[in-house]
């Protein structure tokens, strides 16, 4: 997958990327099981998956035998240029293995097949999750769930059982639950698939995964206790205010009725808020399907797999693709408040933001500062639209194009009948630094402001960021006051401001977050 992510301009996905994969998926008015940071994250090593950031789509690829897209692009901006963009990656690596058929988009629900209607593409269904009534899962009543509630019944008659919520010092156990659980499986498998067998072997990883990182993936899970043995566990969540999930669930296969109390107690004490539960889909798995089925779900959430319309087996046409991947919608919206492009050196364009931008700003944002100061994607698509602000971003690439290097954004206010700005933020990613690249663009920003008549500009600087400090003192911003523990305990900032009465700025009102 190194190869691919050079390749292509792909990057693995890490758990520093779970705010901007919320931010997509919030955007979902119907998610099915698959639209979750934690599905994507637990699955990237079965998956072989990585993403990037195309015309303001998150795009998640898939390298099994093939280059697919895991999911349709999610996001705000040029839907159909990204979809090009997408099929010319995938194009280039399947027909260099002589088949360019094979390029497709998996786990496409309703909602979003409905946005790509118009773009040439052909939908094939694939096996749907699986919805329940969460009342009925809760009570197992009626004729038809009998035997699981019988069952449930057994397994309390015959242990002393009890729960806990998942704790970090059970996680030893819940590994060892798994591995015994997977080789069990294995050993009674009769089906001689080797396609069951690979995903059984998916299973365990991406299950390791979400024990290991259930807090941070914000995971709700339980573990089950009988006769003083762990002997199950469940995680899952939210999907929507009226569904949640069960993502992972495992429980010891001779303990008759423990799967079912557990998925029963999990929905009562965690899901019983929420109307309906999904339990994903069956992976085309007759018994998985069979079991899945006889806990008589509501309905099920379709799915669909994405092929480009009338595409004939074709070997490899050479690619070139327009450097770099990643690019804006071509037509931004309007800004508010106008800031001049321009290119400063060879290869860097210094211009307006756009709402195309939101998840490239925030996946910087999160590479530059600590999670507790990193402006979240629901922040940067606010500050974008604000008729307030004045925002640019670098590229490296031409004008309306290229990787998102760095921004920054100032807030027009009045205060006490005076007009001034407030830097906001400033960030530039790491492997950009070293170039003036900061200067230039907060350079590009006071431009901006004077062009409007604003002079007057403040901001709030940590006290031991001597770099960033130095910077402001070169583009003429003075200290005013010293900040204590503006940042934390022990951590103090300054105050720093410049243009017309910058010495009476202490009487200006600060607070919210800071260039830092």
């Not at 990643?326 to 931004?332: D, K």
């Not at 920054?408 to 990613?429: C, E, I, N, P, W």
Request: charged share 25%; glycine share 8%.
């Amino acid at each position: 997958m190194d190869e691919i992510c050079r390749t292509y301009g792909l990057r693995p996905i890490e758990l520093v990327d779970k705010p901007v994969f919320d931010a997509a998926f919030a955007s979902l008015t119907q998610p099915i099981s698959d639209y979750t940071f934690a599905q994507t994250f637990i699955w990237r090593d079965g998956d072989k998956s990585a993403w990037t950031l195309i015309e303001g789509h998150v795009c998640v690829f898939a390298n099994g035998e093939d280059l697919t897209l895991l999911l349709p692009p999610i996001g705000e901006g040029d839907l159909a240029r990204c979809l090009k963009r997408c099929f010319e990656i995938m194009d280039d690596y399947n027909g260099r293995r002589g088949d360019r058929s094979r390029s497709r988009i998996e786990y496409t629900s309703d909602e979003l097949l409905a946005r790509m209607k118009g773009l040439g593409l052909e939908a094939a269904p694939m096996s749907g999750d699986y919805v329940y009534e969460t009342a009925r899962l809760i009570d197992l009543a009626g004729q038809d769930l009998k035997s699981k509630r019988h069952l449930r019944n057994r397994f309390l008659r015959e242990h002393t059982a009890w729960t806990e919520p998942l704790r970090p010092e059970h996680v030893p156990q819940c590994l060892a639950l798994l591995k015994a659980w997977h080789a069990e499986a294995e050993a009674h498998d009769t089906s001689g698939d080797p396609l069951i067998a690979l995903r059984r072997r998916h299973d365990l990883k991406a299950s390791e995964q979400a024990l290991l990182h259930f807090a941070s993936l914000n995971l709700t899970g339980m573990v089950l206790w009988a006769d003083g043995r762990l002997v199950g566990f469940t995680l899952g969540q939210p999907l929507s205010p009226r569904q949640a999930s069960i993502v992972i669930e495992k429980a010891e296969r001779s303990c008759v009725g423990a799967a079912q109390y557990i998925f029963s107690e999990f929905c009562r004490q965690y899901w019983h808020a929420y109307p309906e539960c999904n339990a994903g889909d069956d992976w085309e798995i007759p018994s998985l399907a069979w079991t899945k089925e006889s806990y008589r779900p509501l309905y099920r959430l379709r799915k669909w797999v994405l092929r480009a319309a009338a595409r004939p087996m074709v070997t490899h046409i050479p690619w070139s693709p327009p450097a770099p991947l990643l690019e804006p919608a071509p037509t931004p919206a309007p800004e508010p408040i106008a800031v001049a492009a321009h290119e400063p050196a060879a290869g860097l364009t210094i211009e307006p933001g756009s709402l195309a931008d939101v998840f490239a700003i925030a996946a910087l944002e999160q590479r530059v500062f600590p999670p507790e100061l990193a402006i979240k994607p629901k922040q940067v698509r606010y500050l974008l639209r604000s008729p307030r602000s004045v925002a640019v971003v670098a590229r490296v690439g031409s004008a309306g194009a290229g990787t998102v290097a760095g921004w920054t954004v100032a807030l027009v206010r009045k205060h006490r009948g005076r007009v001034s700005a407030r830097l906001y933020s400033v960030a530039v990613d790491p492997e950009h630094r070293r170039q003036g690249l900061g200067e230039k663009l907060v350079r590009a920003v006071l431009n901006a402001l004077e062009q409007l008549g604003i002079e007057r500009c403040v901001l709030e600087v940590a006290e031991d960021n001597a770099a960033a400090r130095q910077l402001y003192e070169r583009l003429g911003f003075r200290y005013v006051r010293l900040l204590p523990d503006y940042y934390g305990p022990g951590r103090h900032g300054w105050r720093m401001a410049r243009g017309a009465a910058a010495t009476l700025s202490e009487k200006i009102a600060g607070g919210g977050q800071s260039p830092r």
